[in-house]
C-alpha cells in the first residue's frame, strides 16, 4: 500500500572529516522516499527547479517512486551546504539557498488523495495540515518538525501535530518541544499533545519508542566508519514508516507491540546503511537481503 | 566466590537539580562494592580518616562485605563534593579534599592474596598493579581508570591494562586513550592492549561490550527522575563485577556470550537503581527480587 511523503527534495554540499562532495542529490523527502522504497510504493510531493538532472529523477524511478507530485518550477533546486566537525557531532551550515523551494506549496495529485499512509516531513505546520487535509482515507499519518518550528510557529506546530499518529522528532527537538529534560516526561508530553506513538531519534545512540504502553530502546549500529551523517534519521523515518504501510495496517491501534518494533529496527538499519557512504549513495544500492542481513545483525548485538 | 575491590571511599557532597546533601557516603569502591554484594561476596580495599562514622560502616557489613582490608588512618576521610548542571549533563568540581586518600597506599591482607576475582577502581595505576602482583589465584581481573591518568601517567596506564581481562571506561576515556573517535576503533585500540573484553559506558545512553567476536549494546534505562548519577558507572561495574564472580568463571575465556550479556545488563540494572535516590540511597535498600524484575523489564525494552 503506498506511503504518501512529502518534503524537501535538494542538492546537498557536505564536507565530513571523510571527504567533500560539492553537489548531490539530498533533502529530507529524497532520503525518507528512498528508504521508504524498500518496504513499499511511494508516492513523492515535493518541488525541484530546472536545474534538476534527468539522472537524479531516474534515481527516484529506479526505487519505483512515483512522481506525479514531484513539482518542477522555473529556476533552481533548493541548496544547502554544511561542514561537519572533526568528531561529526556537529555540523554547521554554510548555504541555504531555497529557491523553489521557498514557496513550496504542496497540492496532491487527484489520484494521490486516497492514499493510505503519509509522512509529512519537516516543512511549514501549515504546508502539513494543508496535505493532511486533502488526504481522505488516511490510515496512519506520521510527521516530523524541527526547532525552526517549534520556535516561530508553535500554534501552527500544536494543529498539525494533534492530527498525526506519530512523531519522529530527535531529543533535541523533543525537549524543546515539550520543555522537559527527561526523555520519558518528553514523551509523555507529547503523546498528550496528540500522537499515541512518539519516536526519539537520538543519533549515533539510536531511538526510542514511547507510547502509553511503555517504551522501547532500538540502539544505534556501531558502523566502523560514520562516512556522512546527513539524513540518516530521515532514513529512518523512510525505514520506519515505510515498513508500516508494507504491513498495509487498518489504523495505528491496529500496529501490533510487533510491528512497531520491527519497524523502530528497520528505521535504525536504514539509517545505519544511510551513514556509510555519502548523501544516498549506499541506500540507493541496498538489496532487500541487506536489509534483512542488518536487522539479523540488530538481533544479535542486543539479545541476551 | 570473593570479589577484591580496591579505590576510594569518600564522603560525597552533591547538589542536583532535585536537590542537595551535604554530606553522605561516597567514593567509587563504596558503589562498586555495595552493587557487587548483591551478587558475590566482596572484599574492600581501602582507606578512611578517623572522622568515619560508625553507621557507614555498618552500611558495609550490611552487605557482608568484608573490610579487613579497609584501613583506618588518623585525618580525614576523602572528601569530594560537587554539583550537576540543570540538565544533569555537566558536572563541575567544588571541593576535593584527598585528606587521607592521598597517601593510600594499598596492601592486601593475606587472606586476600588467594581471592579469584579483582576490580581495580580508578587508582594511580602503579598502585593497581601493586595490588594485582599481591594477587597469587587471580582467575578474572577487572580495571578503571580516569583522564587524570590517561594524561598523567600514560605509561604506567598502559602496563597495568595489559594486565587486565576486561576494562571498564567511558566513552570519553575511551577516546582519550585510544585516539579514535568512534567507539569500534576505540574499543579495538583498548582490545589490542591487553584487556580481552572492552566495555564501554555511555552515560543515560547504556553501554557497549567489545570483543574480538563483536559487540552487545546494553540500553540506558529511562528514569522518570533521576535524582542524582552520581555513582552510576561504579554501579556498573559492580553489578557487572559482581555477577560474572559470582559465576565461578575459571578465566575470562570461559565466560559464555550469554554470561557476559548478563553482566552487561546486571551493571545496567545497577547503574539505573543508583540513579533513583542520593548517594547509595537506592543501592544498599535493594532485594534481589528488584534487581531481577529490572532485568526483565530490560529484557522486555529490548526483545523485538
Known sequence: MSLLVVGSVAYDGIETPHGKVDRMLGGSS????IAASYFTDVQLVGVIGDDFS???IDTF?????????????????FYWSGVYSRNMNERTTLTTDLNVFADFDPKLPETYCSTPYAFLGNIHPVLQRKVRSQLTDVR????????????????ELS?????????????????????????????????????????????????????????????????????????????????????????????????????????????????SF???????????TLARSDIEQRFEEFRKLTQF
Open 140 to 155: 496512519l499519518i506520521g510527521g516530523d518538525t524541527m526547532n525552526f518550528w517549534i520556535e516561530g510557529t508553535p500554534k
Open 30 to 33: 529524497t532520503y525518507i522516499a
Open 54 to 56: 534527468p539522472e537524479d
Open 159 to 271: 494543529q498539525a501535530i494533534a492530527e498525526w499518529d506519530v512523531i519522529l522528532i530527535n531529543d533535541q527537538e523533543a525537549r524543546e518541544l515539550s520543555g522537559e529534560y527527561d526523555l520519558w516526561r518528553a514523551a509523555r508530553y507529547t503523546c498528550a499533545s496528540g500522537p499515541k506513538k512518539v519516536v526519539i531519534k537520538r543519533g549515533e545512540y539510536g531511538a526510542v519508542l514511547f507510547d502509553a504502553s511503555g517504551y522501547f530502546v532500538a540502539p544505534g549500529f556501531l558502523l566502523e566508519t560514520v562516512l556522512d551523517p546527513t539524513g540518516a534519521g530521515d532514513s529512518f523515518a523512510g525505514g520506519f514508516m515505510g515498513y508500516l504501510a508494507g504491513e498495509g495496517l487498518s489504523n495505528i491501534d491496529a500496529a501490533t507491540e510487533s510491528q512497531l518494533r520491527k519497524a523502530m529496527i528497520y528505521g535504525s538499519v536504514m539509517g
Open 61 to 77: 524511478k529506479a526505487h519505483s517512486i512515483d512522481l506525479e507530485g514531484l513539482e518542477r518550477l522555473p529556476g533552481k533546486t
Open 274 to 284: 544511510c551513514c556509510e557512504q555519502f548523501g544516498i549513495g549506499r541506500l540507493r
